[in-house]
């Protein structure tokens, strides 16, 4: 069983910059690829970010190419999402997952443990 929690969120002016961490712990966290994924209030789930368990290749949803960047530390058994040149459209509950097959690393379904969310907010 694999333990998610991520950290970071906050309130940001727009044109700012976060770095949220998601540390994991109860399982063998180098196993796992990552992903991220936000919901804004009213909206489904979306895709954010997600990297292979050894970060070999990222993959972003392309409302964020370019500003974010997913990373990963295996010695320390947490993931990041550095956040750049935020915009009030991504003021969402960000949260970390963790998958142990590689399938669609876009669909929410691939991964088997969520962490509990931290809040984005973009003020304009």
């Known amino acids: 069983q694999v333990q998610l929690v991520e950290s970071g969120g906050g309130l940001v002016q727009a044109g700012g910059s976060l770095r949220l961490s998601c540390a994991a712990s109860g399982g063998i966290f180098s196993s796992y690829g990552m992903g991220w994924f936000r919901q804004a209030p009213g909206k489904e789930r979306e895709f954010v970010a997600a990297?292979?368990?050894?970060?070999?290749?990222?993959l972003y949803a392309d409302s964020v190419k370019g500003r974010f960047a997913i990373s990963r530390d295996n010695a320390k058994n947490t993931a990041y999402l550095q956040m750049n040149s935020l915009k009030p459209e991504d003021t969402a509950i960000y949260s970390c997952a963790a998958r142990s097959v590689h399938g669609n690393v876009r669909s929410a379904n691939e991964y088997d443990y969520w962490g509990q969310g931290t809040q984005v907010t973009v003020s304009s």
């Open positions: 990297i292979s368990a050894s970060s070999g290749w990222t």
